[in-house]
């Protein structure tokens, strides 16, 4: 089996990975970063492959994620992520990111025509799920992270402006200042050459004032309308609230550490009634006795939001139609059917996406994406 011959060479697949990496020009890393890379997703490959041999194969999703990841937190997301900064900080290309799964890639492909080692179609259709999902989220953060920067420079840019403007307007008050002098000391007549460049130098500053208070009004306007707030303080704020339904259902809640980091801007009020309404949904159909599990994380440049329940998994058909107003599948008809429609209504305006993925036979976990902020320093 795969699994098994990744295992048993594991060592020398990471060091034809280190040897592809150290043979690339302008390519670098620490100790740590080499082994927080490709060693890192190497095993979590593994016991993706071990387990999907056993009658648990769903939970394979928790450490390598679905076909098209971006549903759920995975363990391949959160190491693929730092992975993917680390060469950022490096100042790598993109086509790096890509590289260094390509290597391992290639070298499994190479070991195991050395070794003549024949494996299943679903194997190398799980090998390519994991590097598919490691690649997408490695990327992601690269290209938020590079961003970023890009943000930084913008900002330096937009200070030179600043420089230029406030040189221009002095420039104009100084001519008009001096027209005026002129005027007033030799005591001419306004209507002349001096009092037509003391109108032009006053036309002039008005003109670039009043573009400059258009452009801050504009800028004002887009900005206010939507509040900057921690993504920490938003989860543990609506934990505070939630717990106690939990237990008047029956079932237990918890949530996971958010990055301190982390911001949204939106809506506040209505982004928090948007989760609640999704927990409560979650605390109504889990199972008895089962968690309810609610995290937020960054996944490039946006903010995941997860609440995931213990229900069984949703029948045939029934993703299609949930949020749909006055719509009620399960058997618990408590409630006018229109949470769901709400919650996505609301993340829609806060330029965001609502979306449910079935576990069949495990639960449903719903995701909010949202655009990533980060606190201000």
């Known amino acids: 089996m795969l699994h098994e011959f990744l295992s048993n060479h594991r060592n020398e697949l990471a060091a034809r990975c280190r040897a592809k990496v150290g043979n690339r020009p302008g390519r ?24 999907e041999q056993s009658p648990e194969r769903h939970l394979s999703e928790l450490i390598s994620g679905p076909a098209g990841g971006g549903v759920a937190l995975s363990e391949v997301s959160v190491s693929a992520a730092q992975h993917g900064k680390d060469l950022m900080e490096l100042g790598l290309t993109v086509d790096q990111v890509v590289h260094d799964y390509g290597d391992l890639c290639q070298s499994i492909t190479d070991l195991a025509f050395e070794h003549d080692a024949p494996f299943a179609v679903d194997e190398f259709r799980t090998l390519n799920r994991c590097l598919d999902n490691a690649i997408s989220d490695a990327v992601s953060e690269f290209s938020y992270q590079r961003d970023g920067l890009n943000d930084v420079m913008n900002a330096e840019h937009s200070n030179r402006q600043m420089g230029f403007f406030a040189h221009e ?19 001419l007549n306004l209507a002349g050459a001096t009092g037509s460049i003391l109108e032009r130098s006053l036309t002039s500053l008005d003109k670039m004032i009043a573009n400059s208070i258009q452009d801050v009004r ?16 938003f989860i543990q704020e609506i934990y505070d609230a939630a717990a ?22 939106g809506t506040r009020d209505l982004l928090i009634a948007a989760v609640a309404n999704l927990l409560q949904n979650a605390f109504k159909f889990t199972a008895p006795g089962t968690e309810v599990l609610l995290t937020a994380y960054a996944q490039g440049d946006r903010i995941l ?30 409630g006018i059917g229109l949470g769901l429609t709400i919650a ?16 069949n036979g495990v639960g449903c976990v719903f995701t909010i994406s949202l655009p990533r902020n980060s606190m201000p320093t």
Do not use: W
């Open 28 to 51: 670098s890393a620490t100790e740590a970063q080499l082994q927080n890379g490709i060693p890192m997703f190497l095993d979590q490959l593994i016991r993706t492959l071990r387990i």
């Open 305 to 334: 939001i997860d609440v995931k329940d213990h229900c069984g998994g949703l029948a045939a058909g029934v993703e299609e139609t949930m949020f749909l107003p006055f719509s009620q599948s399960g058997a618990n008809r408590t």
């Open 169 to 187: 307007l002095r420039n104009l008050l100084g001519t008009a200042s001096l027209a005026f002098a002129a005027a007033k000391a030799g005591n």
């Open 218 to 233: 504009v800028t004002s306007m887009r900005e206010a309308s939507l509040d900057a707030f921690s993504l920490d303080t």
């Open 344 to 359: 996505k209504q609301t993340v829609a305006s806060n330029g965001g996406t609502l979306t449910v993925h079935s576990l």
């Open 244 to 265: 106690l339904s939990a237990v008047m259902y029956g079932c237990t809640f918890r949530i996971l550490p958010v990055e301190p980091e982390l911001a949204l801007r």
